[in-house]
């Protein structure tokens, strides 16, 4: 059984919340694309505002999957009992 339910508990819902961020990023930066006035314009907002946007967007799925790492360290980790059924006292 794991000791590290809470940690994954929180990775998961910071991964779902990274999917959610990684979609509005991107309708955020299409819609910011067609908002603005010119080909440069439009193509400073691809070239520089989408991979900024992405990246600060994907920020909770990388916390989550370090929480879920540590969740399987922590499992890996763990010792039950450094008594076994046929050393303990009688």
Same mark, same amino acid.
């Given at each position: 059984?794991?000791?590290?339910k ?8 910071l991964? +779902?919340? &990274?999917?959610?961020?990684? /979609? @509005?990023?991107?309708?955020?930066v299409? @819609?910011?694309?067609?908002? /603005?006035?010119?080909?440069w ?5 691809i070239?520089?505002? +989408? %991979?900024? +946007?992405?990246l600060?967007?994907?920020? %909770?799925? #990388? ?7 540590? #969740?399987?360290? &922590?499992?890996?980790?763990s010792?039950?009992?450094?008594t076994? %059924?046929? @050393?303990? %006292?009688?």
């Open positions: 059984m794991s000791r590290y809470t940690l994954r508990t929180w990775a998961y819902a991964v +779902a919340f &990274g999917l959610v961020s990684v /979609v @509005s990023s991107t309708l955020g299409i @819609s910011w694309a067609i908002a /603005v006035n010119g080909v314009n439009t193509l400073a907002v070239m520089f505002g +989408a %991979p900024i +946007a992405l600060l967007a994907t920020w %909770p799925i #990388a916390l989550g999957e370090a929480l879920r790492a540590l #969740a399987d360290i &922590g499992d890996a980790m010792f039950e009992s450094l076994t %059924p046929s @050393s303990a %006292p009688l």
